[in-house]
């Protein structure tokens, strides 16, 4: 492992970065004590070990380890993504760690309530998050999706690629600025006409799910925003069409057809674009 391209070195040669998430040893007080990193270093960690102690300690006093966690520690460690349950007045909420730390943050199904929850509350569940029935969008999914507060100006500011049958075809890119969002084949090797046809996949995806003709705009950007931060906290296709719904007009008599501005064709470069945290 690396950190900006340093390593920490032991005395017997080998090269070790301690990075968050790794399982570790240390030599404590004459013991030697297992812990996973909170926060790795080049010269100095953060572990908390599996007997309760949280130290911050030299890099290189660290050694990687093979022991598991034990169970005891594994049932009040939570990560983003982790299915989880609590007990409130309203009884047992559910839902999915958005954010892990110290004290979880936690979006309840539906992404209806945010809460904070102590470790000590909250409980890893089985209970699956709900989904939507089978659909021929399927074949569409969203990865490497990250978004910036600092550029989000008019609109939400991010970058993700989008794969088809599991294969990354499409780098999005959102610029906050209220541009429309920009949509480039990652490789020349993939069609041209891979805009128009998840443009068109999610046009159908909306209708299937209720969606009125004359409500549908930029389906592409629906989905991809919808895909990434609200399906995997339970909000369904047609939860997602209820709310676009609500309050839409009715459908005037006559409404031309207008295509939507994917923002034209452009080569993907990777080296130009990111953002800082």
Same mark, same amino acid.
């Given at each position: 492992?690396?950190?900006?391209?340093?390593?920490?070195?032991?005395?017997?040669?080998?090269?070790?970065?301690?990075?968050?998430?790794?399982?570790?040893?240390?030599?404590?007080?004459?013991?030697?004590?297992?812990?996973?990193?909170?926060?790795?270093?080049? %010269?100095?960690?953060?572990?908390?070990?599996?007997?309760?102690?949280?130290?911050?300690?030299?890099?290189?006093?660290?050694?990687?380890?093979?022991?598991?966690?034990?169970? %005891?520690? *594994?049932?009040?460690?939570?990560?983003?993504?982790?299915?989880?349950?609590?007990?409130?007045?309203?009884?047992?909420?559910?839902?999915?760690?958005?954010?892990?730390?110290?004290?979880?943050?936690?979006?309840?199904?539906?992404?209806?309530?945010?809460?904070?929850?102590?470790?000590?509350?909250?409980?890893?569940?089985?209970?699956?998050? *709900?989904?939507?029935?089978?659909?021929?969008?399927?074949?569409?999914?969203?990865?490497?999706?990250? %978004?910036?507060?600092?550029?989000?100006?008019?609109?939400?500011?991010?970058?993700?690629?989008?794969?088809?049958?599991?294969?990354?075809?499409?780098?999005?890119?959102?610029?906050?600025?209220?541009?429309?969002?920009?949509?480039?084949?990652?490789?020349?090797?993939?069609?041209?006409?891979?805009?128009?046809?998840?443009?068109?996949?999610?046009?159908?995806?909306?209708?299937? %799910?209720?969606?009125?003709?004359?409500?549908?705009?930029?389906?592409?950007?629906?989905?991809?925003?919808?895909?990434?931060?609200?399906?995997?906290?339970?909000?369904?296709?047609?939860?997602?069409?209820?709310?676009?719904?609500?309050?839409?007009?009715?459908?005037?008599?006559?409404?031309?057809?207008?295509?939507?501005?994917?923002?034209?064709?452009?080569?993907?470069?990777?080296?130009?674009?990111?953002?800082?945290?």
């Amino acid at each position: 492992m690396s950190d900006n391209g340093h390593t920490a070195t032991w005395a017997g040669g080998r090269d070790y970065v301690p990075a968050e998430g790794d399982r570790v040893t240390a030599p404590i007080s004459g013991e030697t004590l297992a812990g996973s990193v909170v926060k790795g270093g080049i %010269h100095e960690s953060t572990v908390q070990f599996d007997n309760g102690r949280r130290m911050t300690l030299l890099s290189s006093f660290l050694e990687p380890s093979d022991i598991p966690v034990p169970d %005891h520690v *594994r049932a009040r460690t939570f990560r983003k993504g982790d299915r989880v349950e609590f007990d409130h007045w309203s009884g047992t909420r559910h839902g999915v760690v958005a954010r892990a730390g110290k004290v979880p943050r936690v979006y309840t199904d539906g992404r209806t309530d945010v809460f904070d929850v102590s470790p000590g509350m909250l409980r890893h569940s089985d209970v699956p998050v *709900r989904r939507d029935p089978p659909h021929p969008m399927d074949a569409w999914s969203v990865a490497d999706y990250s %978004h910036s507060d600092a550029y989000s100006l008019k609109s939400r500011a991010y970058i993700a690629k989008v794969a088809l049958d599991g294969v990354p075809v499409l780098q999005v890119i959102g610029s906050g600025l209220g541009d429309p969002t920009r949509y480039g084949r990652i490789r020349n090797d993939v069609p041209k006409s891979v805009v128009g046809d998840l443009e068109s996949a999610a046009r159908q995806w909306l209708l299937d %799910h209720g969606m009125p003709e004359h409500g549908i705009a930029n389906p592409a950007d629906v989905w991809v925003e919808w895909k990434a931060q609200q399906a995997p906290y339970g909000i369904t296709a047609a939860d997602l069409v209820e709310r676009l719904t609500r309050d839409l007009p009715p459908a005037p008599e006559t409404a031309p057809e207008a295509e939507a501005d994917m923002g034209g064709e452009w080569e993907f470069d990777e080296a130009s674009y990111g953002y800082a945290p």
